[in-house]
T-cell receptor, first 112, second 116 residues
Framework: TQLLEQSPQFLSIQEGENLTVYCNSS?????LQWYRQEPGEGPVLLVT?????EVKKLKRLTFQFGDARKDSSLHITAAQPGDTGLYLC????????????FGAGTRLTVKP | DTGVSQNPRHKITKRGQNVTFRCDPI?????LYWYRQTLGQGPEFLTY????????KSRLLSDRFSAERPKGSFSTLEIQRTEQGDSAMYLC??????????????FGPGTRLTVL
């Protein structure tokens, strides 16, 4: 059982559409990170959120950390084929030395 | 800054053989992590070092697995008597903080292990 549940597991959309992916847990995290991973490569950090309710924007990507620091969302506006990849969330588990716990990811495909 | 590097990128071996992977972290980072990732899953924590000290090991790290970081710089992960279930992507990450809540980890490209 994953400590972090990500949904949806798979998402296929057309270029130009908007989308939101979710990362949920029953645990509280000290911080939460979003990564994007392409096939055969390691995850690349997109953002770190620390404060409950925090919102961060990175061009067309908007990240939100839940008020209770148990969940997060990633919204992409006007998706492009270059956004295709596996989006992973990872939380720092405050009860276990802030070890990073990863979700299974959302695999996004953006069709041109 | 060359980032985290790992080699080899790919390794194919026969069951029962030993394999060793290397990770070179970002030069000023004092923490180094090893993860394993199988298809359709996120990375799973294996172990981490702060400088040369191995501070934590996951229960996933069986006695066939050993990791070292002798001088607090690069690290090696050895798997003895490999099994088909060891086939996975082995990821290394490094960070520069002392393990606080904003300890941002940067990943290498991984080593893909296939055990035949």
């Amino acid at each position: 059982t994953q400590l972090l549940e990500q949904s949806p597991q798979f998402l296929s959309i057309q270029e130009g559409e908007n989308l939101t992916v979710y990362c949920n847990s029953s645990s509280v995290f000290s911080s939460l990170q979003w990564y994007r991973q392409e096939p055969g490569e390691g995850p690349v950090l997109l953002v770190t959120v620390v404060t409950g309710g925090e919102v961060k924007k990175l061009k067309r990507l908007t990240f939100q950390f839940g008020d209770a620091r148990k969940d997060s969302s990633l919204h992409i506006t006007a998706a492009q084929p270059g956004d295709t990849g596996l989006y992973l969330c990872a939380g720092a588990d405050a009860l276990h030395n802030n070890d990073m716990r990863f979700g299974a990811g959302t695999r996004l495909t953006v069709k041109p | 800054d060359t980032g985290v590097s790992q080699n080899p990128r790919h390794k194919i071996t026969k069951r029962g053989q030993n394999v060793t992977f290397r990770c070179d972290p970002i030069s000023e980072h004092n923490r180094l992590y090893w993860y394993r990732q199988t298809l359709g899953q996120g990375p799973e924590f294996l172990t981490y070092f702060q400088n040369e000290a191995q501070l934590e090991k996951s229960r996933l790290l069986s006695d066939r697995f050993s990791a070292e970081r002798p001088k607090g710089s690069f690290s090696t992960l050895e798997i003895q008597r490999t099994e088909q279930g060891d086939s996975a992507m082995y990821l290394c990450a490094s960070s520069s903080q002392a393990g606080g809540a904003t300890d941002t980890q940067y990943f290498g490209p991984g080593t893909r292990l296939t055990v035949l």
